[in-house]
């Protein structure tokens, strides 16, 4: 606290050798705090979509304006872009990625109608939905909050994963990149989520295993969905949680940018509690206490998006309440110094064969 204080009077004092008048510095100091400890506070506790702009950021992405129906001009071949209706409004971005190395050149979707506000346009091909029957595993990847499915980490990820034989079915929640336009929430992130997997399932029906992987924000989401799926006998063969949390509200007190509001006297009141108001509730926690299949932990020790404590709380719990027949849950941490943070674990070259090991282990290979 003290360095903070210390670092904010320097910049004040910057401000004044700059050419500002000591009045005007003064002035330039209480607007500041003023909006941040005032203003900001009593906005996000009374507005509930400034709460939800801020954990879900669909309206922050990279690369911009990417062209989704033509993958190949930035090099990713053998990905196909379709959409899927969810519901009258909703419509989804989704891409196929065949496994690595493609038999041929299959066709792309390049020609094929595309117009994602009209429902059944630009449907997936027959070449990639044939393929998808080839019974190799499938990974339905859930990505995490901000930018869209052709964020450079996230294709380094399907890469790994396409080099190690799988099929990789990614898409971007209604609110990104080309998906609708629709304001996001956790139910509606939810309900998409449970839409492209059995659009997999009615595909492939029970001849490829299917692996939900969900990072950050996504691991939120695909524990949500995954509890739903094992109540409703429709469980996929695995679950893998990349940078997870334990549950929003913790998330929320322990991220980095919360430590200027941290030991205000009505944090939690003004900070937690918005997010039940808002229905943001993303209690992994609570959810892996009734998700009846394999489930692999992967957190970097220098995580500063999601504190690595977290991952690891959320795996503690896991062990502690679910039921002792239920199938393993396994933590692999990956050490601070190999750099990997909250989106480079794709990058270490431990992974392919961490992950394997633990398919093999639960008879999914």
């Known amino acids: 606290m003290m360095i903070k204080r210390l670092s904010y009077c320097i910049f004040l004092i910057c401000l004044w050798i700059g050419g500002m008048s000591v009045t005007a510095v003064l002035w330039s100091a209480c607007v500041t705090l003023t909006v941040t400890y005032i203003i900001l506070p009593l906005l996000y506790k009374t507005c509930p979509s400034f709460s939800r702009h801020l954990i879900f950021l669909n309206y922050v992405y990279c690369p911009w304006a990417y062209?989704?129906?033509?993958?190949?001009?930035?090099?990713?071949?053998?990905?196909?872009?379709?959409?899927?209706?969810?519901?009258?409004?909703?419509?989804?971005?989704?891409?196929h990625l065949l496994p690595m190395p493609l038999k041929s050149a299959p066709p792309t979707s390049e020609g094929r109608p595309h117009n994602p506000q009209q429902p059944g346009c630009c449907s997936h091909s027959d070449y990639?939905?044939?393929e998808l029957r080839d019974g190799r595993p499938i990974i339905v990847y859930l990505h995490g909050n901000t930018s869209c499915r052709a964020q450079p980490t996230r294709v380094g990820l399907y890469e790994v994963l396409r080099k190690m034989g799988f099929h990789v079915i990614t898409f971007d929640y209604r609110g990104y990149a080309d998906s609708s336009r629709v304001s996001p929430s956790e139910a509606g992130l939810v309900e998409d989520a449970l839409h492209v997997?059995?659009?997999?399932?009615?595909?492939?029906?029970?001849?490829?295993?299917?692996?939900?992987?969900?990072?950050?924000?996504?691991t939120g989401v695909s524990s949500h969905a995954v509890r739903q799926l094992c109540a409703q006998q429709q469980a996929p063969d695995a679950l893998v949680l990349e940078s997870p949390?334990?549950?929003?509200?913790?998330?929320?007190?322990?991220?980095?940018?919360?430590?200027?509001?941290?030991?205000?006297?009505?944090?939690?009141?003004?900070?937690?509690?918005?997010?039940?108001?808002?229905g943001l509730r993303f209690t992994s926690d609570v959810h892996l206490e009734h998700v009846n299949v394999p489930v692999l932990i992967l957190h970097a020790e220098d995580d500063l998006v999601v504190p690595f404590k977290l991952g690891r709380r959320l795996y503690d719990h896991a062990v502690k309440h679910r039921p002792d027949h239920f199938p393993t849950v396994r933590f692999m941490p990956f050490a601070a110094r190999h750099g990997l943070g909250h989106k480079f674990i794709y990058q270490s070259p431990k992974l392919p064969d961490i992950f394997r090991q633990f398919l093999e282990d639960v008879s999914i290979l």
């Open 197 to 218: 997997y059995a659009y997999v399932r009615r595909v492939v029906g029970g001849h490829a295993p299917v692996i939900i992987w969900g990072h950050s924000l996504g």
């Open 67 to 95: 062209d989704f129906k033509h993958p190949s001009k930035k090099g990713l071949e053998g990905v196909d872009n379709f959409y899927l209706t969810v519901r009258p409004g909703v419509v989804l971005g989704v891409w």
């Open 128 to 130: 990639y939905e044939n």
């Open 245 to 278: 949390f334990n549950n929003i509200r913790d998330e929320v007190r322990e991220h980095p940018l919360s430590a200027v509001f941290r030991k205000m006297p009505l944090f939690e009141w003004l900070f937690l509690e918005p997010l039940d108001q808002a």
